[in-house]
């Protein structure tokens, strides 16, 4: 159809409506128009220069043009006159195929300045597709035995537009056997088919033709037909027909191939081979059903023949049918709803993430060491809820964040030094019944701080050295032990200054760093020294250093290396009293006495000659009473020693037992005590 202005009354009306439905809008740089489809060539479509604010006269100069996107040349625009009209021919079903809403989008550009509008041209639908059945011709076969109001499906027609223009009805061709079944909702849930209103009999009428004939409701409204040519068939005029129509089975995941489903029976009223079934599953059904189930076309029997996971499909929905062997033969249908039922086959899996490792051992309870991650379980209901639990006894604990994960944290002090690692074995369990757990196995290893000062055996040692003794002899080793780590365990040793006499100790002693080797640096004398009381030092390089100290005696051991000196002659120096020599004669008893073997003084006086003599000053203090204690004595002693340090005694020893043997010899009376007596002797 062509429209011009010089055509009849009725071309004009409907150019004019052509031009109202080509109502445009204008907003936010984009245009909108329609057209309707199949348009002819020309047809007016909109003032695209007008709506779009553009001269005329720039049209050219600006270099107007348009781009569609995929449609190429449907549309074009008249530079001229900045009028949008179609250019070729536009089937709305081609370009949009059924789809509600069908536009063309165009970009509009233009230069100097460089601008781009946005046009969308709306293709509204025209009745152009009549309706179409799957084939003009269809063969049906009945047999004659079929019962009124049997109703026999149809496959009903299709058409290409949308809304009311493919909104179908169906007629029928009048005849006396048959009346037509129509879908009577919007939904169509009803199919098209056809009612046995009359006893079918071969003999008087073998074939039937019908005339079935489909109406749109576009306008002008166009028709399909199809033509319909039953064939009445003697005999086999029972359809095998199952017990249900619809059968619902539970079947546990994991049955093995070979295991039966249900058994399924068919009747067929006929006789002979007219009501032998044979039993196959639905040319439409699923092909996930097809791979998992296998029936047997005599007994009818469902069997398993692939994998059944519950987590793959829960379900099954088996379309059976069962046919006989008449001729024409006939079929019956049923469902078979298979629900699978879970069982517990599936473990639980865990992932360790942002693990921090080592762990320091002073660090805070709560400290996060790791996160944990519970991957779902893929088991339903309580076969996959998922609970972790951390081996017991360690300093740490699983606290849940938000489901699926868990922080582990230390809950208790660590102590590297009782132990240095923890090998945790974290274990996910799920509630199934039995339950399936998984396991997760983490190192964490205690990094060491310095907690720890380096400790001696015991807290002080006695060394007897020899009086005499080369430079530089080894007479004692300090060793102290860390129990940190590395550098926190790493000791070193040093003097702990002082002075001794006039003289500093360093110049005594010296110690090595590394070895806690104590050395004596000059030959010691007893008569000079001879005790000689410091102590050592024992840093480690922790940060800060931790240290302690251990203090040695060291007793400097007489030799025979000074002559012995006579006392004075009784009366020589002065008269006896207060100021003569005072004799002390030990008498020794129990396990402390000694022979003398360098020399040997005897003394006259009361009694008999009396060996092992000690000449003391007048002005040397009281000794101890005749049945005093060893620590009474101890006590003398050790004033005694005093003065002689300070040189009050004006005579040396005439054969002196050493305090540190004597001492010796006191420790070894078993029975705690000793005795001993004491005289004075004027000569």
């Given at each position: 159809m062509?429209?011009s202005?010089?055509?009849s009354?009725?071309?004009?009306?409907l150019?004019?409506?052509?031009?109202?439905?080509?109502a445009?809008?204008?907003?936010?740089?984009q245009?909108?128009y329609?057209v309707?489809?199949?348009?002819?060539?020309?047809t007016?479509?909109?003032?695209?220069?007008?709506d779009?604010?553009l001269e005329?006269?720039?049209l050219?100069?600006?270099?107007?043009?348009?781009?569609s996107?995929?449609?190429?040349?449907?549309?074009?625009?008249?530079?001229?006159?900045?009028i949008?009209f179609?250019?070729s021919?536009?089937d709305r079903?081609e370009l949009?195929?059924r789809?509600?809403e069908?536009?063309?989008?165009l970009e509009?550009?233009?230069?100097?300045?460089?601008?781009?509008?946005h046009?969308e041209?709306?293709?509204k639908?025209?009745?152009d597709?009549?309706p179409?059945?799957?084939?003009?011709?269809?063969?049906?076969?009945?047999?004659e035995s079929?019962p009124?109001d049997?109703?026999v499906?149809?496959?009903?027609?299709s058409?290409?537009?949308?809304?009311?223009?493919?909104?179908?009805t169906?007629?029928l061709?009048?005849?006396?056997y048959?009346?037509?079944?129509?879908?009577s909702d919007?939904?169509?849930?009803?199919r098209?088919?056809?009612l046995?209103r009359?006893?079918?009999?071969?003999?008087?009428a073998?074939?039937i033709?019908l005339?079935?004939?489909?109406?749109d409701?576009g306008?002008p409204e166009l028709?399909g037909?199809?033509?319909?040519?039953i064939?009445?068939?003697?005999?086999?005029d029972n359809?095998p027909?199952?017990?249900?129509?619809?059968?619902?089975?539970?079947?546990p995941?994991?049955?093995?191939n070979?295991?039966?489903?249900?058994?399924?029976?068919?009747?067929d009223l006929?006789?002979?081979?007219?009501?032998?079934?044979i039993?196959?599953?639905s040319?439409?059904?699923?092909p996930n059903?097809?791979s998992?189930f296998h029936i047997?076309?005599?007994?009818?029997?469902i069997?398993?023949k692939g994998?059944?996971?519950?987590?793959e499909?829960?379900?099954y929905?088996?379309?059976?049918?069962?046919?006989d062997?008449?001729?024409?033969?006939?079929?019956?249908?049923?469902?078979?709803?298979?629900?699978?039922?879970?069982?517990?086959?599936?473990?639980?899996v865990?992932?360790?993430?942002s693990?921090?490792?080592?762990i320091?051992?002073?660090a805070?309870?709560?400290t996060?060491i790791?996160?944990?991650s519970?991957?779902?379980?893929?088991?339903?209901?309580?076969n996959?809820?998922v609970t972790?639990?951390?081996s017991p006894h360690?300093?740490f604990?699983?606290?849940?964040t938000?489901?699926?994960?868990?922080s582990?944290?230390l809950?208790?002090?660590l102590d590297?030094e009782?132990?240095s690692d923890?090998?945790?074995?974290?274990?996910?369990?799920?509630a199934?019944?039995?339950?399936?757990?998984?396991t997760?196995?983490?190192?964490?290893e205690?990094?060491?701080?310095?907690?720890?000062?380096?400790?001696f055996a015991?807290?002080?040692?006695?060394v007897f050295?020899?009086?005499?003794?080369?430079?530089?002899?080894?007479?004692?080793?300090?060793s102290?032990?860390d129990?940190?780590a590395?550098?926190?365990a790493l000791?070193?040793?040093?003097l702990?200054?002082?002075?001794?006499?006039?003289r500093a100790?360093s110049?005594?002693?010296?110690?090595?760093?590394?070895?806690?080797?104590?050395?004596?640096?000059q030959?010691?004398?007893?008569?000079?020294?001879?005790?000689l009381?410091?102590?050592v030092?024992?840093r480690?390089?922790?940060?800060?250093?931790?240290g302690?100290?251990?203090t040695?005696?060291?007793?400097?051991l007489?030799?025979?290396d000074?002559a012995?000196?006579l006392l004075?002659?009784?009366?020589?120096?002065?008269?006896?009293g207060?100021?003569?020599?005072?004799?002390v004669?030990?008498?020794?008893?129990g396990?402390?006495?000694?022979?003398?073997q360098r020399r040997?003084?005897?003394c006259?006086?009361?009694?008999?000659?009396?060996t092992?003599l000690m000449a003391?000053s007048?002005?040397?203090?009281q000794?101890?009473?005749s049945a005093?204690?060893i620590?009474?004595?101890?006590?003398w002693l050790?004033?005694?020693i005093?003065?002689?340090r300070?040189?009050?005694?004006?005579y040396?020893?005439?054969?002196?037992?050493?305090?540190?043997?004597l001492?010796?010899?006191?420790?070894?009376d078993?029975?705690?005590?000793?005795?001993?007596e004491h005289?004075?002797i004027?000569?």
């Amino acid at each position: 159809m062509e429209f011009s202005w010089g055509s009849s009354q009725e071309s004009r009306r409907l150019l004019l409506s052509l031009l109202f439905l080509a109502a445009w809008r204008a907003g936010s740089g984009q245009v909108h128009y329609s057209v309707l489809e199949e348009a002819k060539h020309g047809t007016f479509v909109g003032h695209i220069a007008q709506d779009l604010g553009l001269e005329l006269a720039e049209l050219v100069p600006r270099l107007f043009r348009v781009a569609s996107k995929g449609h190429g040349d449907l549309l074009e625009v008249n530079l001229q006159n900045g009028i949008l009209f179609v250019n070729s021919r536009i089937d709305r079903e081609e370009l949009c195929g059924r789809s509600a809403e069908c536009n063309i989008h165009l970009e509009v550009i233009v230069d100097r300045p460089l601008q781009v509008f946005h046009v969308e041209v709306e293709v509204k639908d025209i009745n152009d597709n009549p309706p179409m059945f799957p084939g003009t011709r269809k063969n049906l076969f009945l047999a004659e035995s079929r019962p009124i109001d049997s109703r026999v499906p149809l496959e009903g027609a299709s058409d290409a537009d949308i809304r009311a223009n493919a909104m179908l009805t169906y007629t029928l061709s009048p005849n006396e056997y048959f009346s037509l079944e129509k879908p009577s909702d919007p939904e169509r849930v009803k199919r098209l088919g056809l009612l046995l209103r009359k006893s079918l009999d071969r003999e008087e009428a073998p074939e039937i033709f019908l005339v079935l004939t489909a109406t749109d409701g576009g306008k002008p409204e166009l028709t399909g037909t199809v033509q319909l040519l039953i064939k009445v068939l003697d005999a086999n005029d029972n359809a095998p027909a199952f017990d249900r129509t619809l059968y619902a089975v539970k079947l546990p995941e994991n049955v093995p191939n070979g295991t039966s489903v249900m058994k399924l029976n068919a009747s067929d009223l006929d006789e002979g081979s007219n009501a032998d079934i044979i039993y196959s599953f639905s040319t439409d059904i699923l092909p996930n059903v097809e791979s998992k189930f296998h029936i047997d076309p005599l007994t009818g029997e469902i069997m398993v023949k692939g994998y059944i996971d519950f987590e793959e499909s829960k379900s099954y929905e088996i379309l059976v049918e069962g046919i006989d062997k008449g001729q024409p033969p006939l079929s019956g249908h049923c469902t078979v709803m298979v629900e699978v039922e879970d069982t517990n086959d599936n473990v639980p899996v865990m992932e360790f993430k942002s693990l921090s490792l080592p762990i320091r051992e002073d660090a805070p309870l709560g400290t996060v060491i790791a996160l944990i991650s519970v991957l779902s379980d893929r088991d339903s209901g309580l076969n996959g809820q998922v609970t972790c639990t951390l081996s017991p006894h360690v300093p740490f604990k699983l606290v849940s964040t938000f489901k699926n994960y868990y922080s582990l944290v230390l809950d208790s002090a660590l102590d590297r030094e009782s132990v240095s690692d923890y090998a945790l074995v974290v274990t996910a369990r799920d509630a199934g019944s039995p339950s399936l757990s998984a396991t997760a196995s983490v190192s964490v290893e205690v990094a060491d701080v310095n907690d720890n000062a380096p400790a001696f055996a015991q807290p002080e040692y006695t060394v007897f050295v020899k009086e005499n003794n080369p430079p530089g002899c080894h007479i004692f080793t300090a060793s102290a032990r860390d129990a940190d780590a590395q550098e926190n365990a790493l000791v070193s040793y040093s003097l702990v200054e002082r002075r001794v006499g006039e003289r500093a100790l360093s110049s005594y002693v010296s110690v090595h760093a590394e070895s806690g080797k104590v050395y004596a640096l000059q030959p010691l004398d007893h008569e000079e020294l001879e005790l000689l009381q410091f102590q050592v030092s024992a840093r480690d390089a922790g940060v800060p250093p931790l240290g302690s100290n251990v203090t040695l005696q060291v007793f400097v051991l007489d030799e025979n290396d000074n002559a012995p000196a006579l006392l004075p002659r009784p009366g020589a120096g002065g008269g006896g009293g207060a100021g003569k020599p005072t004799l002390v004669c030990s008498s020794a008893v129990g396990s402390w006495s000694y022979s003398q073997q360098r020399r040997q003084r005897v003394c006259s006086g009361e009694g008999p000659p009396k060996t092992d003599l000690m000449a003391f000053s007048p002005s040397l203090p009281q000794g101890p009473s005749s049945a005093g204690t060893i620590t009474n004595f101890l006590n003398w002693l050790i004033a005694v020693i005093k003065l002689l340090r300070e040189k009050l005694c004006c005579y040396e020893l005439s054969d002196p037992l050493s305090y540190s043997k004597l001492i010796k010899e006191i420790r070894r009376d078993e029975t705690g005590s000793a005795n001993y007596e004491h005289k004075e002797i004027y000569y």
